[in-house]
């Protein structure tokens, strides 16, 4: 039976007789109260118990004296009853509906139903809800399994209007800028574990058509891009994450085996991976964090552009400041510009020993690979302070030779902005990275004599010997 008070629970009123339709020994499974219309509620009955598997859901919107049933649209099946409706509280007429099989949604107060999937497995949901300061929706199933859909502003956005674009970007969701809690999970992966989102923005779009290209830009108040992200092409909507940090830093493409050592191949790959074990240089390779605050989010498809504001905030835990978070970001990039230009000279370095060992594979004139010989050990004494080229990217490597400049560099902003909490840098930090800076500098200057000078005099020996020259650019 349904029964409704109007006075707090002083008395109540039998308003069940008047759901025409209902079935008479059916389950009321939930009732759901509309937070956009007084006088309004949704019933939900569940008659499988009756051997009835069709989906019941009543709608009133005069306090219970007459009710309409807004179910129809819900396609029948053996799993077809409902356990539980609710309505969003922010889009009036948006319903869901949670069957034994799966998840309905409304965007029309029950006249038609669409049913949502994704990666949700065809199973009973039991309970429903809407998590209102993320605007998640959070459903409960049969054994004990709990799912999230995070952030539906799409589907409350998506309508008629939005359908007839051919690429339309979603209001943006503002995104918390959290400090990470580092953890030690020992228990390995099972069935029963949970898994988190992407850390981040949300960015959802809606194209009309498959696109051939999509790409995703943000930008800071002040005009500068901070980060491109490619975007998923196909029709529909689409959602891609940005992890809230600036761009990563350039990868090294190591391209020719470490000295002595010619079982290092490259096995059919472009390139080698600067890899060093054990230690967690990566996180300085990543972007830092972007400072709270908003954020243009535009989108490009195919030479289409259109753009919406997105919030960083500022998570609530740390106690950092904001001026705390601006120093840090700003000596992050310091550290991630030195590391692009050690990566820029790795790259350039690669790419001429590769030439230097293609050069020698194809002539067998003893003073061509003794001139070329002579060039490479130049170029080895450059680039073994930029890193350590012996490096063969077993696990071993990080006890055999001392850590050169990019690995300390990547260290230091592993400790600066990989993982952390909101502090400015320690002067110690910053007098550290003022001697790499120094040594930085002190290479370049040999980087320059070797591009300027070592080269060019090679390549004059080789035209003398009517050979091709090396780094043709």
């Known amino acids: 039976m349904v029964q409704l008070t109007r006075d707090g629970g002083k008395t109540w009123t039998d308003v069940t007789e008047h759901i025409m339709g209902k079935p008479e020994l059916g389950?009321?499974?939930?009732?759901?109260?509309?937070?956009?219309?007084?006088?309004t509620a949704y019933v939900t009955v569940d008659a499988h118990q009756l051997g009835d598997f069709d989906p019941y859901i009543f709608k009133t919107s005069d306090y219970g004296k007459t009710w309409e049933k807004i179910s129809g649209g819900i396609e029948r099946s053996e799993s077809s009853f409902v356990h539980v409706t609710r309505e969003d509280p922010k889009i009036k007429g948006m319903l869901y509906a949670g069957t034994d099989k799966g998840l309905y949604i409304s965007k029309d107060d029950g006249k038609s139903w669409f049913r949502l999937r994704n990666n949700l497995p065809p199973v009973p949901i039991y309970?429903?809800?809407?998590?209102e300061e993320f605007n998640d929706v959070v459903i409960g199933t049969y054994g004990r399994g709990f799912y999230i859909l995070d952030n539906i502003g799409s589907i409350q956005e998506l309508n008629q209007e939005v359908l007839a674009k051919e690429a339309h970007l979603f209001d943006q969701r503002?995104?918390?800028?959290?400090?990470?809690?580092?953890?030690?999970?020992?228990?390995?992966?099972?069935?029963?574990?949970?898994?988190?989102?992407?850390?981040?923005?949300?960015i959802n779009y809606y194209l009309k058509n498959p696109a051939k290209e999509v790409k995703v830009e943000i930008f800071d108040k002040d005009g500068n891009q901070v980060r491109t992200i490619n975007g998923r092409k196909d029709s529909g909507v689409n959602r891609v994450w940005w992890d809230l940090r600036h761009e990563p830093t350039l990868q090294p493409k190591?391209?020719?085996?470490?000295?002595?050592?010619?079982?290092?191949?490259?096995?059919?790959?472009e390139f080698r991976p600067l890899v060093?074990?054990?230690?967690?240089?990566?996180?300085?390779?990543?972007?830092?964090r972007v400072i709270p605050g908003e954020y243009e989010i535009r989108i490009t498809v195919d030479g289409q552009t259109v753009s919406k504001r997105g919030e960083v905030i500022k998570d609530p835990n740390t106690a950092g400041t904001m001026e705390d978070i601006q120093k840090q970001v700003e000596f992050s990039l310091k550290l991630n510009a030195?590391?692009?230009?050690?990566?820029?000279?790795?790259?350039?370095?690669?790419?001429?020993?590769?030439?230097?060992?293609?050069?020698?594979?194809?002539?067998?004139?003893?003073?061509?690979?003794?001139?070329?010989?002579?060039?490479?050990?130049?170029?080895?004494?450059?680039?073994?302070?930029?890193f350590d080229v012996n490096l063969t990217g077993a696990r071993e490597d990080a006890f055999r030779n001392p850590m050169k400049l990019y690995g300390r560099i990547s260290a230091l902003a592993s400790d600066v902005g990989g993982f952390g909490a909101d502090f400015r840098p320690t002067n110690q930090q910053m007098e550290v990275y003022g001697q790499f800076r120094k040594q930085l500098d002190d290479i370049q200057v040999q980087y320059k004599r070797l591009m300027d000078q070592e080269i060019p005099k090679f390549n004059q020996y080789l035209l003398s010997r009517d050979i091709q020259t090396i780094l043709k650019r």
């Open 27 to 39: 389950t009321i499974s939930s009732i759901e109260p509309s937070r956009h219309e007084t006088g």
């Open 127 to 131: 309970w429903l809800t809407i998590q």
């Open 174 to 202: 503002p995104a918390y800028r959290f400090q990470e809690v580092q953890g030690i999970k020992t228990e390995g992966r099972t069935m029963t574990t949970g898994s988190n989102p992407p850390y981040g923005m949300d």
């Open 254 to 269: 190591l391209l020719v085996a470490p000295q002595d050592k010619p079982w290092v191949k490259l096995e059919g790959r």
């Open 276 to 288: 060093t074990w054990d230690l967690d240089l990566y996180r300085g390779q990543f972007g830092p």
């Open 338 to 386: 030195a590391m692009n230009e050690v990566v820029t000279a790795i790259n350039e370095i690669e790419i001429i020993r590769n030439e230097l060992a293609q050069l020698t594979l194809m002539n067998d004139d003893k003073q061509i690979a003794s001139k070329a010989k002579e060039l490479e050990d130049k170029i080895l004494e450059v680039e073994g302070m930029l």
